[in-house]
């Protein structure tokens, strides 16, 4: 089993578990459940209680088709999320595109900075964490929530998702990002179609030899709804994929995942623990 130390970061012999909390009213299987501030708060603190090493928190729907939110709406929506949750001790990490959000996150004590675009969106983002000393999820991505699906075209995505990841890492190094902020994520469902997203699971052990940390974040995902269809078809509805979200969990985990990222923490909590002791992992908690 491979131990990742992340800097700032818990380091628990085990995969770690980070939990969602969307600060929206348009997020793909939750939104609106959380966007009061308050709410918010409380929701992030039970997602802890429920065994969350790391507390995610978003202002802006990266859903395909979702529209952008303007950077004060955004910055409205997090800071006293991340504030009031820092303050209670919680790890905290920010999930965003945008460098000026970021900044703000990591003053209002955030942990890690979540950027889907792996900082396409916003060409400041790399100099920001560098600057920032913070860790730095890069995640595959070819475009914005309105045009990925079009951009979901692949002859072997494995090799191809590796060798953009390895190009956008290269570069945000180049920018000044040290290599131990960086963590990686093959960016499940964001210009990936449902047959895309497997392969990607199975070929964890091969993003593991970039040499950075792994991220799965495959939590009611689409592929998960189709693959889970009725039989006439119609894909199980967002909320009523978490047991197949528990078993990408469980696999990932013991396939040397660093940390998934989940809607639901106390089954998935549960499950990278098993996963751990089936390895013969030390310091199980």
Not at 34 to 39: K, N, Q, S, Y
Not at 77 to 85: D, G, K, M, Y
Not at 97 to 121: K, P, Y
Request: with cysteine.
């Amino acid at each position: 089993m491979t131990t990742w130390k992340v800097p700032g970061l818990p380091r628990e012999g085990r995969c770690l578990v980070m939990g969602v909390v969307n600060v929206t009213p348009d997020s793909f299987s939750d939104g609106g459940e959380w966007f009061d501030p308050d709410v918010a708060v409380s929701h992030g603190l039970d997602l802890v209680a429920q065994g969350a090493d790391i507390v995610d928190v978003g202002g802006e729907s990266t859903r395909p088709g979702a529209a952008r939110v303007s950077l004060d709406e955004e910055l409205r929506r997090v800071e006293p999320v991340i504030r009031a949750l820092a303050r209670q001790g919680v790890t905290v990490s920010v999930d965003t595109m945008r460098a000026e959000v970021a900044e703000a996150a990591v003053r209002a004590g955030a942990a890690l900075v979540n950027d889907v675009s792996g900082g396409l969106a916003d060409p400041e983002m790399p100099r920001v964490v560098a600057a920032a000393g913070v860790p730095y999820v890069v995640m595959h991505w070819r475009g914005h929530s309105h045009e990925m699906e079009g951009r979901a075209a692949y002859s072997d995505v494995v090799t191809e998702v590796i060798e953009e990841l390895r190009k956008r890492v290269d570069s945000v190094l180049a920018e000044g990002v040290a290599e131990r902020q960086i963590v990686v994520d093959p960016g499940l469902g964001f210009a990936k179609r449902p047959e895309h997203n497997w392969p990607l699971l199975a070929a964890i052990g091969r993003l593991n030899e970039l040499g950075y940390p792994v991220i799965v974040g495959a939590s009611r995902k689409r592929f998960l709804g189709r693959l889970l269809a009725d039989p006439d078809g119609t894909p199980r509805p967002f909320a009523r994929s978490d047991d197949a979200t528990l078993a990408v969990t469980a696999l990932a985990a013991h396939a040397g995942a660093w940390c998934v990222r989940v809607h639901q923490v106390r089954p998935n909590a549960d499950a990278v623990r098993v996963a751990a002791a089936w390895q013969g992992g030390e310091g199980v908690r």
